[in-house]
C-alpha cells in the first residue's frame, strides 16, 4: 500500500498514530518535498508546527530504518511564485499531484483539501480533529494550587510564582535545570493539545515565538533568535470571584448600571485587574446584556455566551469594525498598551459601546499619564468617567472623572484659564490633568492642599507714627479663588497670608482688560456694559437682559471663545442685578460697623478695616467661620487692601451674604 500524507497531518503526527495501529505496516509512505519545503519553512521562522512537523518525519525515518515501512521523498520543492500563491492552494496542489501520479492513498486533516482530492477521484482520508480524553500536560508536574505561574529556561532551573493575588514570592520549584531537549518535548504537547483540544487554540505564531492557550492556561514558548535560548512561560489564574467579593461591589454595580462613560481598570502586574474583569463581564451578562471580549492574547476565562474577540489581521480596529456589526452592550478590552488600542478604546465609547478597559499602571498617577499621553486628556470624562485602582487583588481607589475651564490648583496667580481635566474621589479633586508649554501635567490636588503654607513671621515693632499694611509674602502654592473651599486649612489652624498688590501697574493692566471685555462682549450685545474686575483673572460683566442669551450663545460657545481670547473667567449676569450685588457704602468719611468692634471703610481705591482692640497684632480674618487672610494690624487701628484685590471682594461679597467680619489673634 502506498500512503500519501499532507502537511496537516505530519504536523498532527496522525501518522505514526495510524502505524502504531499495525493497519499499515509494511506501507510505502511517500513524503512530497513541498511538504518537507513547508515544515522546514515554518522552522526556520520559530514556528512551533514547524519543529512538530519535522519531529513526525524523524519518527518515521526512525520506523523506515526499523523495517517497519518504507519511506520515499518524491517531487519538486515549490518555487518563489508558488510560495507566494500558498493561500491560494498551490502548494497543496503539488501535494495532490504526488498522490495522483503515484495513485496512492491521500491522507490529510484539512477538510478542503480533502474535498478537493475527492473531486480529482483520489482515494482519501479525513482524519477529523480528535476530541478525547485528555491526559494531562506534562507542565502540569509544575503547578499546584497555589501556583499561578511557571517559568521554565534551559540551562536553568524551574521557577514558580506561588500563593495568592498580590502576596506572592518566586520559589525554586527542582535543583536540576532543564534542557532544550526537555523544552522542546514540552513545547510540542502544548502544540498539538492547542490543535486537537476544543479549549485550545493558538493564539499567536510568529518568528521565535508560540502563544497557545488551552483552558485556563496561557502557555508563551520563546526560541532563538528572540531569545538567546529556549523558554516555556505557563500562567493561569489561581482564584475565581464574583463581583459580589468584592467590599465595593456596591458603588460599581452603579456605576455600570448607570451607563455614565468608560471604565478603566489599571493597576500593577499580577493585583487582580483580570479577575475583576472577568467578575465585571460575569455580572453584565447575568444582568441581561451582550457582552464580548477583545483579547490579544484571549486570557479571560469566561462562560461561552460572552465570545472572545482577538485581532483581525493583526488589527483591532479592523476587529472594533465587525463589533460596531455585532452591536455588544459592553466590550471589555484587555489589554490598553498601543496607542492604537487607545483609539479604537475612545472610539467605541464615543459610539454608545459600553467600553471597559485594562491597562498596567503601577499608580493612578501613571495610569492618568499613560492614558493622556495617547488620547487628549480633554477627552477623558467622555471615554472614561470611572477608573478603578486595583492593589493586591483589591479596588483601593474608585476615580471618577470631570472637565471645567479654570486654573489649575497649585498654579501661579496669573496663569490663564485653560481646559482643565479633573480627577475625583470621594467628592475631593484628587488630580488636575491640563497642558502648560505643550506639556500634559498630572497634577496631585490633594497633595498640594495638604501642604502647610508658611507661617507668617512676626513683624519687628515700628514706629507708632507710621502705619503698617498688611504683611507682603510671596504667593501661597494654594490659589485662593472666591469660591475656593478652606476649611481645610481653618481645621488645621493654617494662616494664609494675603498678598496685597495696589500698584498702579496692576490698575492701569485691569483697565485694558477692562476695554478688551467690553470690546468682545460688545460683538454679540447693543445695550450697555458694565465690567467689574475682580481679580486679574475674573471679572463680573453686566449687560441688558435681552442681551443675556446673545452674549452666552449656545451651549456657551460665545462666551467660552471670549474667556479664551481674553484669558480672564468671566460671569455674565443681567444689569437688573447690578443694585443687588453692589455693597452700599457710605461716603468715605462714614464708617460701616460689620461686627461688634470691627468696621469698614472703602473709598475709590481702598478698602480699610478698623479695629482700635487689636493694634499692631497679627491677626486671621474670617468672614462667618471661613477663613480669608492673615495681616496685621497697624497702630493706627487699621489694615488696608486693594479695593480691586481678590481678597477684598470675596469679603464684600460674604459681608453682601449676611456674613460676619471677624478677626481672631494670632
Partial sequence: ??????????????????????????????????????????????????FAGLAELQALCKRASEGAIEIEFIGHRPTLE????????EIDALIRNVAIENKALFITSDVVQSEVAK?????????????????????DQFFDEFTSAVFLKERASPVARKGSIGATELVQIREYPSNEYELRIIAQEVLERAKRDPDGFIEIEKRGITVAQIGSMRITIIRRPLSDGMEITAVRPIVDLSLDDYKRSGEIKEIIQGRHGGILITGPPGSGKTTLAQSIALFLAHSGNIVKTM??????????????????????ENTADILFLVRPDFVIFDELHKKEDFSVYSDMQLAGIGMIGIMHADSPQGALQRFCNRVDFSMLPQVCSTILFVKNGSIENIFSTGFAIKIPDGMENNMH??????????????????????????MPVLQLKKEPAPVPAKPKEKSRDIPVKAEQKPEPVLNLEPEEEVTEEIEKGVPLQEVIDDDEEENISWEITERDIQREIGRYTSGAISVEMLSATKAIVYIEDKDVPAAIGKGGKNIAAIVNKVGVGIDIRPLSNLEKTRLVVSPPEEEIEVSEGITIRMDKKQLTIISQENKGRIVDVFA???????ATVADTGEIHLAKNSTIAQEMIRRYEDGEPIRLKTV
Fill in 417 to 442: 484659564l485653560q481646559p482643565v481635566s479633573s480627577v475625583m474621589e470621594n467628592g475631593e479633586t484628587a488630580f488636575e490633568i491640563f497642558t502648560h508649554e505643550q506639556e500634559t501635567f498630572v
Fill in 119 to 139: 473531486a480529482k477521484g483520489l482515494d482519501v482520508i479525513y482524519l477529523k480533529p480528535q476530541v478525547e480524553d485528555f491526559t494531562p500536560l506534562a507542565i
Fill in 624 to 630: 462667618g467661620r471661613e477663613y480669608l487672610f492673615t
Fill in 1 to 50: 500500500m502506498i500512503i500519501v500524507p499532507d502537511t496537516s497531518v505530519v504536523i498532527d503526527g496522525r501518522i505514526t498514530s495510524l502505524l502504531d495501529t499495525g493497519e499499515y505496516d509494511g506501507a510505502k509512505i511517500i513524503i512530497p518535498e513541498a511538504v518537507v519545503a513547508e515544515l522546514e519553512s515554518q522552522a526556520n521562522q520559530g514556528r512551533e508546527i514547524g
Fill in 82 to 89: 508558488q510560495v507566494k500563491l500558498a493561500s491560494g492552494g
Fill in 295 to 316: 483579547e490579544s492574547p484571549r486570557e479571560l476565562q469566561v462562560p461561552d455566551n460572552i465570545t472572545q474577540y482577538t485581532t483581525l489581521e493583526g488589527s483591532m
